[in-house]
């Protein structure tokens, strides 16, 4: 089939109609799934009512501790009383009173953290009954003030925009290889796409699990997924197949969204204060994303760009990192995180397909198979480096 | 890759990293840390319309509590009972006189289920002796003849096994005295030995059932008769006699309740209202002295405490001998329904607010604190 040949036009419509019904199909059964289960997992012991607080967000200053809360009962909830470290504390709460489902509510604690050690806050309900919530290391909240916004910028900017300018560098080098050399290339870009598509849709679960039964965090991200996957392939399919310098801004933006959320990652451990952040973490973040910048360069080494496309390249792909970082330090809701890595995993599916498609059609005519040691190794170079690379930032 | 970083927790690291971030210097200046904080001494003027320094030492208008304590005030008016007139509410039954010439003393108690509100806001589904916790103070002289009339009312079978000396037909237990809903057991023996005992009821599960609030103290008086070596020891313990009179009569009942029923304790309390004595303090007069009946109620750990600040007391352990068991203590133990008298008095004292606490930390911070408000009087 060629996509401009006119004969065609009413099969491909139909064709393409077919690709979308396919998942929204499984968005709809997705859909009816959650209708059906239960969204409230603490809903177990039938014992009434049904009561749930998870904790969003955990703020550590010389005001002493804050905590904002998200109700999920079945009914109105009320804080009675909270204890820090198994101590009865004095407590002010905003809004005060009983809070509705769903929503949020602040509480002030006046309580002598200690710097670096562990605090468990523990919240008593009017039923007596209580929700704990860890404070594995405290560190004051960052805020932010323009030297923390600065610094935290350029750690940011060390972990997103520098590996990917340093990957595009291999753009002259990469203009050489012939038709192997182009199937590796290409393959080791889906290859480090397929790790990036599994980190991040593992991670986004487990932030999913982390936040409110409301948000039904898994199916969230799921559908969040697809629902990206189905717009980023309706928008690229518009003007035909992405080729060349498209696919590339495509792919940037993949992992634009995922650098984001690596920088989130990286700013709620500045907030949390679990963030074990040495130099060697930062280098291996480093390290790590180079790769994303060769997986950039492969759709244009046919093309010429001018250099202010790979400015914008290199801008769209890592500096999501330093915006991550921003908002990350500022202590957000695990859900919100969640999201965002849901939506980059969309993305990054939508982009694994096209390279893999614009492979298929050059492979076609140069009769390259999928499954050639060039095209394999490359692949699985892509998958390994970022596995070994992986190693040094998971600890 | 990102998720790496929320799981690390090692404190090395985290020094490192936050230098590699360069925060350390904006940190720095909002670490409190283990330091003391600076504070504004202007800002001590004027305490409550400033949020709370948390670094800061609370000062005397804190209650000696600080900032450790419940938040709100209970309703002991829908509870039906006040944790400070508890202290010295005894109940002494109605007497009358046997064809033998003994007194005949008769309780009547009730078993209810009753939702009562243990610290401010937080409601618990409590099983009740007379619709309290701890269940009433029973109160009687040795050698008297007693008759308990139980009404079970609850929800679940319920009996009263008193510490005492009787038969195995009134001890309360299962086949003796342990009855169903709606129906009534007298439980009928003589008051013997003089002391501080308690009653609780005995279904299984044990600890459910104690921890639910089935317990109460049980105090029966020595007859100054029967121990002429130390009859005026006797009298003084004696309720209504002018030498009892003079004496600043407490009973406290050590308990706690697990409100989520996990087998631990949220809660911890004398006469069931956390923090109710750090709040509203228990008034002493300095010129008259002081008795406390204590007994240890507390479920699921096995040892309570009673620690008295700045003065030191004597103690009988269970209340059955007329001298101490213990002398000049400051602090004495009491395993599960353990209980004894402490004496003391506050004549030589400085006028002033003094505390006393279970010296477990642990139930201090949960409740279990209390202050005497010692006036000259």
């Known amino acids: 089939m060629t996509e401009l040949a006119p004969s065609s036009n009413a099969s491909s419509g139909l064709r393409r109609f077919l690709w979308l019904l396919a998942p929204l199909l499984v968005l709809a059964i997705a859909i009816a799934w959650i209708a059906a289960a239960d969204p409230l997992r603490s809903f177990n012991n039938g014992a009434p009512p049904v009561e749930t607080i998870t904790f969003e967000r955990t703020v550590l200053n010389d005001g002493g501790i804050r905590v904002q809360i998200r109700a999920g009962g079945s009914e109105d909830m009320t804080v009675a009383q909270v204890q820090v470290d198994d101590a009865y504390w004095n407590f002010s709460m905003a809004p005060a009173g009983p809070l509705a489902r769903g929503s949020t509510a602040w509480i002030d604690i006046p309580y002598p953290w200690v710097l670096g050690e562990a605090h468990r806050v523990k919240l008593v309900t009017n039923t007596g009954t209580t929700f704990e919530h860890e404070i594995a290391v405290a560190v004051p909240t960052p805020v932010a003030t323009q030297g923390q916004l600065v610094q935290q910028a350029i750690v940011g900017a060390i972990v997103g925009i520098l590996p990917v300018a340093i990957g595009l560098m291999f753009y002259p080098a990469m203009r050489n290889v012939g038709t192997s050399g182009m199937g590796f290339v290409l393959a080791l870009t889906v290859g480090l796409l397929a790790f990036l598509l599994v980190d991040m849709t593992f991670e986004a679960l487990e932030l999913a699990a982390e936040s409110a039964p409301l948000f039904q965090g898994p199916a969230m991200v799921i559908l969040a997924a697809l629902a990206t996957f189905l717009i980023l392939m309706g928008i690229s399919r518009r003007g035909g197949r992405p080729e060349g310098l498209a696919l590339a801004f495509y792919i940037a933006f993949g992992i634009g969204l995922h650098n984001f959320g690596e920088g989130l990652a990286i700013g709620a451990a500045f907030a949390t204060g679990s963030a074990g952040l040495g130099t060697f973490l930062v280098l291996g973040f480093a390290i790590h994303n180079v790769t994303e910048g060769i997986g950039i360069a492969a759709p244009i080494v046919r093309q010429k760009p001018h250099l202010w496309a790979f400015v914008a390249l290199t801008l769209v792909a890592g500096a999501p990192a330093v915006l991550g970082m921003w908002i990350g330090s500022l202590a957000y809701g695990t859900q919100w995180s969640a999201l965002a890595l849901g939506v980059g995993a969309g993305a990054i599916l939508q982009v694994m397909v096209e390279v893999t498609a614009f492979f298929l059609r050059g492979s076609g005519r140069q009769r390259q198979s999928w499954l050639s040691p060039p095209v394999l190794s490359g692949f699985l170079t892509g998958v390994a480096f970022m596995y070994v690379t992986a190693a040094v930032i998971k600890v | ?377």
């Open chain 2, 1 to 377: 890759m990102d998720n790496s970083v929320d799981l690390m927790r090692r404190r090395s690291l985290l020094l490192g990293g936050l230098a590699v971030a360069g925060s350390t210097a904006v940190l720095a200046t909002s670490a409190a840390g283990q330091s003391m904080q600076g504070h504004d001494m202007a800002s001590m003027s004027d305490p409550e319309e400033l949020p709370a320094d948390p670094y800061a030492a609370p000062g005397a208008h804190e209650g000696g509590h600080g900032q450790m304590t419940t938040v709100g005030t209970v309703d002991h008016q829908q509870n039906g009972f006040d944790p400070t007139a508890m202290l010295t509410e005894w109940d002494v039954g109605t007497v009358s006189t046997m064809d033998d010439g003994r007194t005949l003393r008769t309780f009547e108690v009730e078993a209810i289920d009753k939702e009562i509100e243990i610290a401010p806001g937080v409601v618990f589904p409590a099983w009740t002796f007379n619709g309290r916790v701890p269940g009433p103070a029973l109160r009687a002289k040795e050698g008297e003849r007693l008759r308990i009339v139980f009404r079970n009312y609850g929800s679940h079978p319920h009996s009263m096994h008193f510490h005492g000396i009787h038969s195995w037909r009134m001890d309360g237990v299962p086949g003796s005295g342990l009855i169903n809903p709606g129906e009534e057991f007298v439980y009928e023996f003589d008051a013997k030995p003089f002391g501080c005992h308690l009653y609780h009821c005995h279904a299984f599960p044990l600890k459910r059932h104690m921890h639910k609030g089935m317990y109460g103290a049980f105090v029966i008086d020595p007859d100054p008769d029967l121990h002429p070596e130390y009859a005026d020891v006797a009298r003084s313990r004696l309720l209504g006699t002018p030498e009892n009179a003079r004496w600043q009569e407490l009973v406290m009942v050590m308990n706690a309740f697990d409100t989520n029923f996990d087998n631990e304790n949220e809660f911890y309390a004398v006469n069931t209202i956390a923090n109710a004595y750090s709040q509203k303090p228990i008034r002493i007069e300095k010129s008259r002295p002081v008795r406390i009946y204590l007994v240890n109620a507390t479920e699921f750990d096995p040892i309570n405490s009673f620690h008295l600040h700045a003065n030191f007391f004597n103690y009988f352990d269970t209340g059955t001998t007329l001298t101490p068991t213990l002398r000049t203590v400051d602090l004495i133990m009491q395993c599960q329904a353990q209980r004894g008298i402490l004496e003391f008095n506050y004549a030589d004292h400085e006028a002033g607010m003094y505390m006393f606490h279970g010296h477990q930390s642990e139930f201090t911070e949960l409740g279990w604190m209390g202050m005497f408000d010692i006036v000259e009087a």
